[in-house]
């Protein structure tokens, strides 16, 4: 694919759960080698969008292309370019991480061989060689997370797709991800990383879509939003959602104990 064709073409994307429209006409170009951090308010239509990227839901409104094929029309080619890391994802507790990865690997095609290598070379760089063979329902969240991670890239995508990726990772690992994704980006792959963790979005991201109540509100590098709206990224969220007096929410909850 030319490098400057979008990865991603989102044209006039709508969706409704029953009579309650949640995406509201959203048009996107996504470029390769781009780390897009997506934010937004709980509820503002995040995950709705990334389950429609995933194929996870099929009935929107719109035109969707990724890496130039139309996704309502052959969805499945689609499925095998991305990686996805979801907010909530149940593992197999009863597999262990090995195992579990090999069941993964072959849902892509890969051989045997190769995903037992590249899954001990990758759980190992999230510190987990001693757990390889070890059932994961002893596994704590962030352990269980790194497998998640490592699940989604196993397959070596040409887009990585991450919903609050770092949640429940200890400081060590939030940095491995951190650099994890830079690495990958260098590569030329196309990250789209949905977090409400600010700062980090702040850091990691080339470009920062912001999404409110279903439309685009925002959509530039953090130093074009802090040139138009504020100096950092919490500001510029609070001032475009709506929420400019979030500490006055505080003080209406503590006013409940009163
Ligand atoms: N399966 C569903 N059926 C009905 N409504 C849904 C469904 N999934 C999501 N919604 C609603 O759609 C809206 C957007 O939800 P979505 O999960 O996309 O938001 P989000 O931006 O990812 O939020 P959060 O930051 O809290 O994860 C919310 O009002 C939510 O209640």
Do not use: W
């Not at 308010?41 to 099929?58: D, F, Q, Y």
């Not at 969240?141 to 991670?149: D, E, Y």
């Amino acid at each position: 694919m030319n490098q400057d064709e979008p990865i991603i073409r989102i044209e006039n994307l709508h969706k409704s759960y029953d009579d309650k429209q949640v995406l509201k006409g959203i048009d996107l170009e996504i470029y390769p080698g781009e780390v897009i951090g997506y934010i937004g308010p709980n509820g503002a239509g995040k995950s709705t969008t990334v389950k429609i990227l995933t194929g996870l839901i099929s009935d929107f409104e719109g035109h969707i292309t990724v890496d130039g094929i139309n996704l309502k029309e052959n969805a499945l080619p689609i499925k095998s370019i991305i990686g996805y890391v979801p907010e909530n994802a149940e593992l197999y507790d009863v597999l262990t991480p090995l195992e579990y990865l090999d069941f993964v690997g072959k849902l892509y095609d890969m051989e045997t061989s190769l995903i037992a290598a590249r899954a001990t070379k990758l759980l190992t760089a999230f510190g987990l060689s001693e757990s390889l063979n070890k059932r994961m329902d002893t596994f704590s969240k962030g352990m269980r997370q790194k497998v998640l991670l490592t699940s989604g890239i196993i397959h070596n995508p040409k887009i990585l797709i991450l919903d609050e990726p770092l949640s429940g990772l200890d400081a060590n690992a939030v940095i491995v991800v951190k650099e994890l994704i830079s690495l990958l980006a260098k590569e030329g792959k196309t990250i789209f990383y949905c977090s409400h963790m600010m700062d980090i979005v702040e850091k990691v991201s080339d470009r920062i879509l912001l999404i409110n109540q279903g439309s685009i509100v925002a959509n530039g590098t953090f130093e074009q939003l802090k040139a138009e709206h504020g100096d950092s990224l919490e500001h510029i969220f609070a001032k475009l959602t709506g929420h400019a007096e979030t500490s006055g929410s505080a003080s209406s909850i503590m006013s409940a104990f009163e």
